[in-house]
Antibody, heavy 122, light 111 residues
Framework: QVQLQESGPGLVKPSQTLSLTCTVS??????????WSWIRQHPGKGLEWLGY???????YYNPSLKSRLRISVDTSKNQFSLNVNSVTVADTAVYYC??????????????WGQGTTVSVSS | QSVLTQSPSASGTPGQRVIISCSGS????????VFWYQRLPGTAPKLLIY???QRPSGVPDRFSGSKSGTSASLAISGLRSEDEGDYYC????????????FGGGTKLTVL
């Protein structure tokens, strides 16, 4: 059974870049038609989808955040990563990685990581 | 402010039936599938309902989903204490270049 685990610093200074990695275990990141997402949840708020990537490197971003996001994949390490640049306190959130079984609106995210808390503070 | 609207809380006693609603618009729920996610305390979110009313294997048939127009509902029958947690609806939104949108979540309390 595929499992996901987020990793990265829990504290980032304003204006710096937030970098997180999601490690896929129990299966290959190149499996089938899976797309790999990053989602975050601000304190006391709902979930916000940031974007997803296919193992070939094709990416798809939330239009409102696209200019600050970069999602990448490393198939040799079975990992995908998120970079958010020029962070502010508004980027403080729990960050989740997740996978869905195909591209677009027909596939739900059926595998999730536990989430990692990132605080932006000087 | 979440794109999809959910009541922040719901409650029921064991054995009761509870309905959690989700309201969207013509650019999301009306033209795309609705998904429901469950997040129990201390655990990762879990896909509970996909494509409006389908249950992944392992999800009890106490959970059911439906959609009508720009709204969707999750019904939980035979409520159990272990159902206590947060429930989120989600749908693809076709505005701009498209993106997943979620509800703000409904915290279910089993009294």
């Amino acid at each position: 059974q595929v499992q996901l685990q987020e990793s990265g610093p829990g504290l980032v200074k304003p204006s710096q870049t937030l970098s997180l990695t999601c490690t896929v275990s129990g299966g290959s990141i190149t499996r089938g038609t899976y797309y790999w997402s990053w989602i975050r949840q601000h304190p006391g708020k709902g979930l916000e989808w940031l974007g997803y990537i296919y193992y070939t490197g094709n990416t798809y971003y939330n239009p409102s955040l696209k200019s600050r996001l970069r999602i990448s994949v490393d198939t040799s390490k079975n990992q995908f990563s998120l970079n958010v640049n020029s962070v502010t306190v508004a980027d403080t959130a729990v960050y989740y990685c997740a996978g869905q079984g195909g591209f677009g609106s027909r596939y739900g995210m059926d595998v999730w990581g536990q989430g990692t808390t990132v605080s932006v503070s000087s | 402010q979440s794109v999809l609207t959910q009541s922040p809380s719901a409650s029921g006693t064991p054995g009761q039936r509870v309905i959690i609603s989700c309201s969207g618009s013509s650019s999301n729920i009306e033209r795309n599938y609705v998904f429901w996610y469950q997040r129990l305390p201390g655990t990762a979110p879990k896909l509970l309902i996909y494509r409006n009313d389908q249950r992944p294997s392992g999800v009890p048939d106490r959970f059911s989903g439906s959609k009508s127009g720009t709204s969707a509902s999750l019904a939980i029958s035979g409520l159990r204490s272990e159902d206590e947690g947060d429930y989120y609806c989600a749908s693809w939104d076709d505005s701009l270049t498209g993106l997943w949108v979620f509800g703000g979540g409904t915290k279910l309390t089993v009294l």
